[in-house]
C-alpha cells in the first residue's frame, strides 16, 4: 500500500512462492520496472541506521523537490530538512518507509 499508494508505483505481478511462504511484488514507475519487494512471515529487524552493509537506501530523481514533499505531507508522511548534496549540487530529502528503511528523494 505504501510504495502504491503513496510513491504512485504500479504493480506489474505479485507473486506467491510456497516453499518460501513468502510474496514477490514486481513495480514500475511510468511504465518502467523499477523495484522487487518480498514479504515474508517472520523476518528479522534490518539495521538502518547508522550505516550498515548491504542496500543503505532506495533513491528516486524528482523534477520539483518541494512539491513531492508538499505531496507527501498530505499523506502525513513527515520528510527530512532539504540538505543540498556539496558534490553534486542537487537538493535532497530522506523519508522512512513503513518498515523504516530509508528512501531518498533528489531533485533533477
Not at 512471515?41 to 541506521?49: G, L, M, Q
Not at 543503505?56 to 502525513?76: G, M, P, S, T
Amino acid at each position: 500500500m505504501f510504495y502504491t499508494e503513496i510513491l504512485g508505483l504500479e504493480i506489474i505481478r505479485e507473486t506467491y512462492r510456497a516453499e518460501r511462504q513468502s510474496y514477490k511484488l514486481d513495480l514500475a514507475l511510468k511504465g518502467n520496472y523499477v523495484i522487487e519487494l518480498f514479504s515474508f512471515p517472520d523476518p528479522p529487524a534490518r539495521i538502518s541506521r547508522p550505516e550498515a552493509a548491504g542496500l543503505r537506501h532506495l533513491a528516486f530523481e524528482v523534477d520539483d523537490l518541494y512539491h513531492v514533499i508538499q505531496q507527501l505531507n498530505d499523506k502525513n508522511i513527515e520528510a527530512e530538512p532539504v540538505r543540498l548534496d556539496e558534490i553534486t549540487g542537487k537538493y535532497f530529502t530522506f523519508i522512512n518507509d513503513p518498515d523504516q528503511l530509508p528512501i531518498e528523494f533528489y531533485e533533477k
